[in-house]
Nanobody, 125 residues
Framework: LDDLVESGGGTVQAGGSLTLSCDVYVTTNCMGWFRQAPGKEREDVAVIYTEDRTIEYNKDVKERFTIFQDSRENTMTLQMNSLKPTDAAMYYC?????????????????????WGQGTQVSVSP
């Protein structure tokens, strides 16, 4: 059984919307979305520290993307609006253990130990 399972990727035209979902099977208070485009390093998209529901976004997606965590359903979603070709990437959900709020909100992928397999998002011009 995988710890995190993403779904919802696909192809959309620029300006369109997609919603990604992540089923979370680890007990965590820090989870987030990351992405990696070909030839680029993995980068943060958004993270949420669930104890106080603090959310941090990458500046490139703020105002366009919304992260949401449903603790009852153990799911996390990423609503992506006004998509741009530069948003195209493999998107991963991730989680870290521990109660280090600062470490969570750094959005450093190296601090996240649990990763899903990824879901591809493509955006046509």
């Amino acid at each position: 059984l995988d710890d995190l399972v993403e779904s919802g990727g696909g192809t959309v035209q620029a300006g369109g919307s997609l919603t990604l979902s992540c089923d979370v099977y680890v007990t965590t208070n820090c989870m987030g979305w990351f992405r990696q485009a070909p030839g680029k390093e993995r980068e943060d998209v958004a993270v949420i520290y669930t104890e106080d529901r603090t959310i941090e976004y990458n500046k490139d997606v703020k105002e366009r993307f919304t992260i949401f965590q449903d603790s009852r359903e153990n799911t996390m979603t990423l609503q992506m609006n006004s998509l741009k070709p530069t948003d195209a990437a493999m998107y991963y959900c991730a989680a870290r253990l521990g109660r280090d709020r600062w470490a969570c909100l750094t959005r450093d992928p190296d601090r996240f130990a649990y990763w899903g397999q990824g879901t591809q998002v493509s955006v046509s011009p």
